[in-house]
């Protein structure tokens, strides 16, 4: 069964460490193979300099990927925590249905795949497992935190502002190693983003289904033609 959401100091803690453990670097979900097309877009010369990385990052935050994701990853958690089934795989269908590319599809279903199987593997409970059995096939990596979340009895709230951190984390760690951008220049990114983070977590929580969408048509199209770039080190 799930679990249930605690509210002592204790028990926000260790909800706390939990996420921080979910979505960190070194949680098995190879999310260091991915750039979200930011490869693509620094060998054109869209992403240069620390200006034209944040501009790029607050675009994908509030126009692209990263607001579907929470707004997905938000009734993800819902449906498991109301134990509607049905939902669950309607939410996760339509979640891999929004990738435009191969590569943006590989991306959240490798991930999605890898973070429920680690989650099961480490922090087990029978809504998890019943979980596992109903998205036996690919899983949207939105979909499958959400539902993990559920399925532990976790606060929204947090999850969603986690979520958005790891998601410009990650990219800000592609740019360190596919663009000219230096660790400080990243750091000043995160921390300029932070504030749009905390409020697109707070919108997207009170989203419904039908408010999914998005207009990066630049990224989606450099998504197509980095499967054949030259030279490239990630898989998206």
Same mark, same amino acid.
């Given at each position: 069964?799930?679990?249930?959401?605690?509210?002592?100091?204790?028990?926000? &803690?260790?909800?706390?460490?939990?996420?921080?453990?979910?979505?960190?670097?070194?949680?098995?979900?190879?999310?260091? *193979?991915?750039?979200?097309?930011?490869?693509?877009?620094?060998?054109?010369?869209?992403?240069?300099?620390?200006? &034209?990385?944040?501009?790029?990052?607050?675009?994908?935050?509030?126009?692209?990927?990263?607001?579907?994701?929470?707004?997905?990853?938000?009734?993800?958690?819902?449906?498991?925590?109301?134990?509607?089934?049905?939902?669950?795989?309607?939410?996760?269908?339509?979640?891999?249905?929004? *990738?435009?590319?191969?590569?943006?599809?590989?991306?959240?279903?490798?991930?999605?795949?890898?973070?429920?199987?680690?989650?099961?593997?480490?922090?087990?409970?029978?809504?998890?497992?019943?979980?596992?059995?109903?998205?036996?096939?690919?899983? *949207?990596?939105?979909?499958?935190?959400?539902?993990?979340?559920?399925?532990?009895?976790?606060?929204?709230?947090?999850?969603?502002? +986690?979520?958005?951190?790891?998601?410009?984390?990650?990219?800000? &760690?592609?740019?360190?190693?596919?663009?000219?951008?230096?660790?400080?220049?990243?750091?000043?990114?995160?921390?300029?983003?932070?504030?749009?983070?905390?409020?697109?977590?707070?919108?997207?929580? +009170?989203?419904?289904?039908?408010?999914?969408?998005?207009?990066?048509?630049?990224?989606?199209?450099?998504?197509?033609?980095?499967?054949?770039?030259?030279?490239?080190?990630?898989? &998206?």
């Amino acid at each position: 069964m799930a679990g249930t959401i605690t509210t002592t100091p204790m028990g926000e &803690s260790l909800e706390a460490l939990r996420l921080m453990a979910w979505l960190s670097p070194g949680y098995p979900v190879g999310a260091y *193979a991915y750039s979200h097309g930011l490869e693509w877009a620094a060998e054109t010369g869209d992403v240069r300099d620390e200006a &034209s990385l944040a501009a790029w990052l607050a675009d994908v935050c509030a126009h692209g990927a990263l607001r579907n994701d929470l707004i997905l990853a938000a009734h993800a958690q819902r449906a498991v925590s109301s134990a509607e089934p049905a939902r669950i795989i309607a939410i996760n269908d339509l979640a891999l249905a929004l *990738a435009p590319s191969r590569e943006l599809h590989l991306e959240t279903s490798q991930q999605g795949r890898s973070f429920l199987d680690a989650t099961l593997g480490a922090w087990p409970c029978d809504a998890l497992t019943a979980l596992a059995v109903q998205l036996s096939g690919p899983v *949207a990596y939105p979909v499958a935190v959400g539902a993990a979340a559920g399925a532990h009895g976790m606060a929204l709230p947090p999850l969603l502002a +986690a979520y958005g951190l790891a998601f410009v984390q990650n990219l800000v &760690s592609a740019a360190l190693r596919a663009a000219p951008v230096g660790q400080a220049a990243g750091t000043r990114v995160i921390a300029a983003l932070i504030p749009r983070l905390t409020r697109l977590a707070e919108a997207a929580g +009170a989203a419904d289904l039908d408010a999914i969408g998005s207009a990066t048509f630049r990224l989606d199209l450099g998504s197509f033609r980095h499967e054949t770039q030259y030279s490239r080190i990630f898989r &998206s």
